[in-house]
């Protein structure tokens, strides 16, 4: 590879990656939220993606078997068994909230994929309905912009599941149902403290730039164009154990694309070559190579919104990657060299874009340090795989995940690929109950029907892009996957833990590998404050607790999830009347995270909120759970309504045809960010 060659591949992957190197205005910060990403801006400002929010929670509902799974290996995960959360719209409602939020992504499959039975799909928010019609037929795209691919996809685009990823806020309300024959589902969507900046989700923005940017994953940076980019290309030789500086900057900045040309790719390159980036003398970035670009089990072809790996005439290998990587004061791109082997005429671009916002952004903690957690090993049985598990604050925005397995012998298959019956499971802020409960491995992925025997595909923000079977290094069954959650982001503010288990109840044992993509700052923003327990007669009298026609039960039961074959004991204590206490908290505050601690046996109990009197929305929890029935729930309050104050009165007054409000406990988070 010469040095002119080089050039012109520059020139060539200016126009690839987007990144504008003539002079003009740096894109405006969006309006109205914020830092807030909603709707179709997430898509329109890629750019901002690095900033974190105090204010919002990612929550996911599922058909997610309740019982948590048996220990007979020979059977699946009877992860379809969870049903519908109640009757209502469309005749099956699967999700439902009170409040401002979005709906992010919404999955589903049955027989194969064919969700024909389903019948329709009604989506109604802040008491319209903005969708009603046949599930296949949305899926398929017949109904046009912006329900077109790759905003929706059937079971021949995403093999085994349908998908909807329209993002749709509402201010007030939202509810989704079918109409019947309801199987393996989940609704993703976020919660927002407050309704600022939130425009209900109209149909007729057809979003036609964020169809065009999706569709053009994998060649082009999908972010605005970053006028003041300067790019730094060289050719570098690697020896046995060596490492190479591809870039160098110092800030404020960031890295908005990375460009590598390999010339003689083999799956042992991708494997044993590590990506490291340093931001402001951090190592967050110790990745390798293929993995970082969705391509863990070797060569192969991904089309991802946020990274590439595309075969070139001539046998080489062009990855991308197009995260922003902000910085304050320096930065630093490293390839290592593991291979134990001489690498040559490996051709680098790293683009990178002065910019000032981030110095206050970052030193502040409004935008984290882009972050991936890399690591693999042998899994461990009886024991979640986890892709990060992290402290301080930030957001998850995706994963990749090479999994190398075998298969067995099922009582519905004679060579199942078990691993993919594993479901993952998202646990923030010190909460017991996970926030996401999955139903299996592939549907995280958004496919089914272990892929539909593995067909290989590549969507902007969903794959399976590569699999194996007893080939190309594979000894039986292997598979490279990934997601990229970026409306559906899980924000957290004092930590993250987000595993996933190797077939049902983690019985197999597969080797795993993951990279993580986070935004992160490594302080967490939450202050524990007042706790109040209402069985409690002394923690009744010091926060002058006070109800109507309560009950005390004791209660032992488990938590959902993977702590499930643990009992927890404890009172609780359950009113349709309304119930006042009051909570001592930090002046300073910059909002609060009301958490609840409560038997979820009867699901959709809901009361309306009230601080120092000013009505503060209604908190609706819609998920049961007759098996295990403890659940951690939470509330967020806005600073509008507890800035400035040490003692908060909180009242909740069940809504009239809610079964009665249960609580064992209440904490209260200060948050300080």
Not at 644 to 666: C, E, F, H, V
């Amino acid at each position: 590879m010469t040095r002119s060659w080089c050039a012109a591949l520059v020139f060539a992957l200016v126009a690839l990656t987007g990144v504008a190197v003539a002079t003009g205005a740096r894109a405006e910060p969006i309006g109205g939220a914020g830092d807030r990403l909603v709707g179709w801006d997430t898509y329109r400002r890629l750019d901002r993606l690095p900033y974190l929010r105090t204010d919002t929670q990612a929550l996911q509902l599922s058909s997610f078997d309740r019982s948590g799974g048996d220990f007979d290996l020979s059977t699946g995960n009877r992860n379809g068994t969870g049903g519908c959360l109640t009757s209502g719209g469309a005749g099956c409602v699967v999700a439902e909230d009170r409040g401002a939020g979005e709906v992010d992504s919404i999955w589903f499959t049955r027989d194969g994929g064919k969700v024909t039975r389903i019948g329709n799909i009604r989506v109604e928010l802040d008491g319209r309905t903005v969708l009603d019609a046949p599930l296949q037929s949305v899926v398929d795209g017949a109904l046009g912009a912006p329900f077109e691919w790759p905003l929706v996809a059937n079971a021949a685009q995403s093999p085994g599941g349908v998908y909807i990823k329209v993002p749709m806020p509402y201010r007030e309300s939202m509810r989704i149902s079918v109409t019947s024959h309801l199987e393996y589902y989940h609704v993703d969507y976020r919660q927002f403290s407050t309704g600022e900046g939130v425009t209900t989700f109209s149909p007729s923005d057809r979003a036609l730039d964020v169809l065009a940017t999706l569709r053009a994953a994998g060649t082009a940076d999908p972010k605005p164009s970053a006028a003041t980019a300067v790019h730094d290309d060289r050719i570098v030789d690697l020896p046995a154990g060596g490492a190479a500086t591809i870039a160098e900057s110092k800030g404020p900045g960031s890295i908005a694309a990375l460009i590598l040309q390999l010339p003689d790719p083999t799956d042992q390159l991708l494997s044993g070559l590590r990506l490291q980036m340093e931001f402001d003398g951090r190592t967050m970035v110790d990745s390798p190579l293929g993995e970082f670009f969705g391509a863990g089990l070797g060569v192969a072809t991904v089309r991802s919104l946020m990274f590439a790996a595309i075969p070139q005439p001539g046998g080489s290998l062009s990855l991308s990657a197009w995260w922003p990587m902000p910085f304050v004061r320096s930065a630093r791109l490293t390839l290592l060299n593991t291979t134990g082997a001489p690498l040559t005429g490996i051709g680098t671009d790293v683009a990178t874009a002065p910019d000032p916002q981030w110095e206050s952004a970052l030193a502040d903690g409004r935008a984290g340090y882009f972050t991936a957690r890399s690591h693999a090993a042998p899994t461990t049985f009886g024991q979640d795989w986890v892709f990060a598990d992290e402290p301080g604050h930030g957001k998850f925005v995706g994963v990749s995940h090479t999994i190398r397995g075998s298969r067995i012998k099922t009582a519905f298959s004679d060579a199942a690929p078990y691993f993919l019956e594993g479901a993952e499971r998202v646990y923030t802020d010190g909460a017991s109950s996970p926030q996401w409960y999955g139903t299996g491995t592939e549907d995280l992925y958004e496919g089914g029907w272990y892929f539909k025997d593995g067909t290989r595909f590549s969507d902007p923000l969903t794959g399976q892009p590569d699999q194996r079977t007893a080939a190309g290094g594979c000894a039986d069954y292997c598979v490279a996957v990934y997601r990229l959650m970026l409306a559906d982001a899980v924000d957290y503010h004092s930590a993250i833990r987000f595993g996933i288990e190797h077939g049902k109840r983690n019985m197999v044992q597969p080797d795993y590998s993951s990279t993580a993509f986070l935004y992160t700052q490594p302080n967490d923003i939450l202050t524990a404050g007042d706790d109040v327990q209402p069985s409690d007669p002394v923690s009744r009298l010091l926060h002058d607790y006070t109800d109507a026609d309560a009950t005390d039960q004791l209660l032992v039961s488990e938590y959902e999830g993977s702590e499930d074959t643990r009992p927890i004991i404890g009172s609780v204590r359950a009113t349709t009347g309304a119930i006042t206490f009051h909570a001592e908290t930090d002046p300073n505050n910059r909002g609060i995270l009301l958490r609840r601690t409560s038997d979820q046996a009867n699901g959709f109990q809901s009361v309306d909120v009230a601080i120092d009197g000013v009505p503060a929305g209604t908190w609706l929890q819609p998920r049961n759970n007759p098996i295990h029935r403890w659940l951690d729930d939470t509330y967020l309050l806005p600073p509008a309504l507890t800035a400035g104050k040490a003692q908060l009165t909180i009242t909740l007054t069940p809504a009239p045809d809610s079964p009665p409000w249960t609580a064992s406990r209440y904490q209260l988070e200060t948050v300080t960010g």
